[in-house]
């Protein structure tokens, strides 16, 4: 790699940007404020005396300025925020200090890098956080009706939201017509998230056949607990395995790992980060639900693993096999609480994950 010329760290806000260039022989430090137009600050970067290196930290504005930057012929880095070194006495933030620190931090080597994805790999991740607000929503508005008719007094003897309590739910008359009103704008609003979910759905799972991760979601499919939403899922927050070259990265990719405080000769291990996608982390610990019975393939999982290769229904069948024994071994013999049980599960669920999507 040739030697730098030229170091800007770039303060990223959608209205305007202020960038901090660092001169590489003189040293010299200038700032400069440019409009939020992603072209007008590629056009700045890529005008600076080569070769470049930019940084910027990872946000809102997404990661169009860094395609940008990399087809212009301008190195960018886009740093991980949760990752930066500020001083803890540190008090006053600005635009121009916050610049400033990124240009000093790359210069140092002191960044931690998010990686760019593709195109299609950004539009997929989009579809897939779309259908998981859809479903967010949609649990609330529920979680609203059904408040409603217990202030009501009203309850419906059996599961909710069936098939027998969408017809009850429509025989419902509340006394107040007030109260009548909001019952019907409650419902109508479960219903459309339910046709928008549902369409979200279709889509997704439409894409998989020509998608570059078919092959991967067919094999995290064979896990007990894991079908192609899941699996998209996955596949799209993650999006190269290979790039973890242990399973333990991904799980701390994913914030399964617990939390440590080491200081002297004294270890301490707290709950897990949560670091990396809340998504994928809630996918992976509601697939380690299914691992509290006993190992079997059913007829839907023998269906899904229909024409895979032989090793991988090998290493699904032992995954059965193992997170059922971790579940029985903190569940019944320690006696830990389940919901403690099904992230410690999902963290190994997750190693198989990952030997799966790299099982050659």
Known sequence: ??????????????????????????????????????????????????????????????????????????GCLVAAPGKIARPAQDRVKTDRRDAELLVRLLMAGQLSAVRVPALGEEALRDLVRAREDVRGDLMSARHRVGKLLLRHDVRFAGNNWTQAHAQWLARVELGDPVAQAVLLDGVGAVDALVVRRDALERQMAAIVPDSPWAETVGRLRCLRGIDTLTALGLCAEVGDFDRFERPGQLMSYFGLVPSEHTSGGQRRQGSITKSGSQHARRLLVEAAWHYRRPPRVGRELKRRQHRQPQHVCAISWKAQRRLHRTWQRLDHERGKRRTLVAVAVARELTGFCWALARAD
């Open 1 to 74: 790699m040739a030697q730098v010329r030229t170091w800007a760290g770039l303060d990223v806000h959608a209205a305007r940007v202020v960038a901090a260039v660092v001169d590489g022989e003189s040293g010299e430090l200038r700032v400069q404020r440019l409009p939020g137009s992603t072209g007008r600050v590629v056009e700045f970067c890529a005008g600076l005396a080569g070769p470049v290196r930019v940084s910027y930290e990872a946000g809102p504005t997404g990661f169009g300025l860094a395609r940008g930057l990399e087809a212009a012929g301008v």
